[in-house]
């Protein structure tokens, strides 16, 4: 006979899962459906902004008398004359989201690498945390100190540039040059600041899971610190790098204040050039706020925000195949 509470009791018994099985608990199918429902939120949110955008420059796209993707013409004041072209804010765009990482990307593995294997723990914490503070400064203090604190600095530096490498058209002196550092060169200094918390601290992250064994394997080899990091820590963190640089690239495609403050527009055709000024996409919306006045034109600068859009979903799906074909691999 059994007593009350015991294996044998027929109440126990209903609740107890069978051999093998899970317990299907009311709290366990609610947290079920709150995490179903987030995610399907999310991808409904983003489907519904894609949408929108669509739905809202057709009309511009269909009134639009130049070639939306390959003209430099920017004309929308007059609705009877529209004609819009998002060349030039492309390459703007991708340039100075290009020179900000490829300064940021070293900058960011070299801290990463002294916080996870050369510092201290007395040390790295508190350097960490300062990290991390960049990311809160505001986009607006970052471009008010690029522009009237930085670029005075950077001038000796793009000289030098143009000066040795003009042959070049990359360093070639562009339409905007050096007065006031309104330039790519300078923005792109500016914006590789902002992304060095997002590199640096997923980087770090993905450093501090190497395992153990592996690093003490290699010390017990004999091999130096900077071996083990060569053939341990970056061989295991590289799919992580890759990643979070794809990340902070989508950051930059879409940082919209620091640029606009940076960057001088310019008449003239874009060259290709770090010393050109001009338009990113983001700026160039934010910066004709006062021309959303009829739908038509507002169009236009939906049209390349939707670009835009397309252009970041598609690094930050870049970036999660990256982590995805990592994890398959390993």
């Known amino acids: 006979m059994t007593g009350y509470g015991s294996p044998g009791d027929d109440g126990d018994r209903g609740r107890r899962a069978p051999v093998g099985g899970t317990v299907n608990r ?119 100190w690029g522009i009237q604190v930085l670029a005075p600095a950077l001038s000796p530096v793009a000289r030098w540039l143009n000066d040795n490498l003009a042959f070049i058209p990359f360093f070639a002196t562009g339409n905007v040059g050096f007065a006031g550092g309104g330039n790519i060169f300078t923005a792109g200094v500016v914006l590789a600041v902002m992304l060095l918390p997002i590199i640096t601290n997923v980087t770090r992250e993905v450093f501090q899971r190497t395992p153990t064994a592996q690093v003490e394997g290699a010390l017990a080899l004999g091999a130096t610190r900077w071996e083990v990091i060569r053939t341990t820590v970056l061989p295991f963190g590289k799919a992580g790098y890759v990643s979070a640089s794809m990340l902070g690239l989508g950051r930059a495609l879409g940082e919209t204040i620091a640029v606009m403050v940076i960057l001088s527009t310019s008449a003239d055709t874009f060259g290709w050039s770090i010393f050109d000024g001009g338009d990113t996409i983001a700026s160039k919306i934010a910066r004709s706020a006062a021309e959303f006045s009829d739908p038509r034109t507002t169009g236009a600068f939906i049209a390349a925000g939707l670009v835009l859009f397309l252009l970041t979903f598609g690094v930050n799906a870049a970036a999660r195949s990256i982590v995805a074909g990592k994890k398959e691999y390993e």
């Open 26 to 144: 009311p709290g366990d199918r609610i947290f079920r459906g709150l995490a179903t429902a987030s995610g399907a939120l999310i991808v409904a949110s983003i489907v519904a902004i894609g949408a929108f955008l669509l739905w809202q420059a057709i009309p511009a796209l269909r009134l639009n008398q130049a070639n939306f993707f390959t003209s430099a013409v920017w004309q929308t004041g007059d609705v009877a004359d529209l004609a819009f072209g998002i060349r030039d804010l492309v390459s703007v765009t991708v340039m100075v989201s290009v020179v900000a990482l490829v300064i940021a990307m070293p900058v960011s593995l070299g801290i990463a690498l002294f916080l996870t294997q050369y510092a201290p723990r007395h040390l790295a914490r508190p350097f960490s945390y300062i990290i991390d503070l960049l990311a809160a400064v505001p986009s607006i203090i970052f471009g008010l």
